[in-house]
């Protein structure tokens, strides 16, 4: 079994924030590598590729085997030990908190981008493809292409969300807009266009109608109408990728984007402005992703094969607590079970 990566400089340093923090009601779930260069599922290399779970005392540790170039995961909130990931063979299955896994696609259907359960009915699974779009409603058994309404080219989807007040309701990210489906995948519809790809899109934690994406030179898009129209989002650059956006589940204010050039960029006025949070964090700053816990509001930013970095602050300041080399590519928080 590989070791957890843990020096005592990071020990110190995750001890003082769990110290510092209140009891932690969800599970942090990573989809990342460390120095992968294994293309083959379950390989040991000694490389680390695949699902990370924070442990008790703030460490992440790599559960299972590894999983080449795994984009993100989807955990069941019925039953936290079953998962599905979005990865380099597929969409794949495991019943064992990840320990053991299962490709549940066909060899046509490899290397999705976005992966989401409907929390309305957590058997029903979205993934999102290099070359469309596809549906499980028994769990991953069978699967179903889904692409009426999806243009011929550009429907290459990269990120999707469901909403979590309608079943069925799902917008996809795609290289050419934002898409939206009111009847499960039946029939889709462009609702904001674009000529590059949009690369996350996330609804607001605190008013179900408002929802944010970003794209690769499109700049930050909003919508304040459950995403019927999207408007830009003033004070944000459009020339470069924006990668992903997070809102702090806490404090209604506050918003977060990771970019490549940019940074780290937060706002704490809704959106209204935007400031640079890059002091602390090694150069370039090549932020990956970012995230904001739902516990203590901890702000996440993963520096692109650096480290992750955490601030209490919002931004100002920052500190490294591990991942050191890593490529983080999706947080994942589930709520623990009673």
């Known amino acids: 079994m590989m070791k957890p990566l843990r020096s005592p400089i990071t020990v110190a340093l995750l001890l003082a924030f769990a110290l510092s923090a209140p009891a932690a009601s969800h599970d942090l779930y990573l989809a990342a590598s460390i120095n992968a260069s294994s ?3 379950g390989s040991r290399t000694g490389d680390k590729d695949g699902v990370f ?16 170039l795994l984009i993100t995961i989807a955990i069941d909130p019925r039953d936290n030990r079953r998962i599905h990931a979005a990865g380099l063979s597929g969409v794949m299955r495991s ?3 990840g320990m053991t896994w299962r490709i549940v696609t066909g060899w046509r259907e490899t290397e999705p981008k976005a992966l989401a359960l409907d929390p309305a009915n957590p058997d ?3 993934a999102g493809l290099p070359d469309g779009f ?13 692409e009426t309404g999806l243009p011929a080219r550009g429907r290459y989807t990269q990120s999707l969300q469901v909403d979590r007040t309608r079943a069925g309701r799902v917008f996809a990210g795609c290289e050419s807009g934002i898409y939206l489906t009111e009847d499960g995948a039946r029939s889709w519809r462009r609702v904001f266009e674009t000529v590059d790809t949009v690369n ?16 690769q030179s499109a700049g930050a898009l909003e919508s304040r109408d459950g995403g019927i129209t999207w408007t830009m989002l003033p004070g944000v650059p459009s020339e470069h990728a924006l990668y ?13 984007i990771a970019s490549w050039t940019y940074g780290l960029l937060t706002s704490e006025d809704g959106g209204r402005t935007w400031t640079a949070r890059n002091e602390g964090l090694p ?13 203590d509001g901890r702000l996440y930013a993963a520096v692109y094969e650096k480290a992750l970095y955490a601030s209490s602050d919002f931004g100002r300041t920052w500190q490294s607590i591990g991942m050191e080399g890593s490529v983080i590519r999706s947080f994942i928080f589930v709520p623990r079970a009673p």
């Not at 779970?53 to 080449?68: Q, S, T, Y």
């Not at 596809?134 to 889904?146: A, K, P, Y």
């Not at 996350?200 to 794209?215: E, G, K, L, N, Y």
């Not at 700053?285 to 516990?295: E, I, L, M, S």
Request: hydrophobic share 40%; proline share 9%; net charge negative.
């Open 53 to 68: 779970k924070r442990a008790a005392d703030g460490v992440f540790e790599h559960a299972g085997v590894n999983l080449p």
């Open 39 to 41: 293309r083959v599922m």
């Open 200 to 215: 996350d899109i996330q609804q607001s934690p605190h008013d179900p109608a408002r929802w944010i994406a970003v794209s």
């Open 244 to 256: 992903n956006v997070a809102f702090d589940p806490l404090a209604p204010g506050r918003l977060a």
């Open 134 to 146: 596809i549906v499980s409603e028994d769990s991953g058994q069978t699967w179903e292409h889904r």
């Open 283 to 295: 150069q370039p700053h090549r932020v990956w992703r970012t995230a904001v816990d739902p516990d």
């Open 95 to 97: 019943a064992d908190s």
């Open 124 to 126: 029903v699974v979205y």
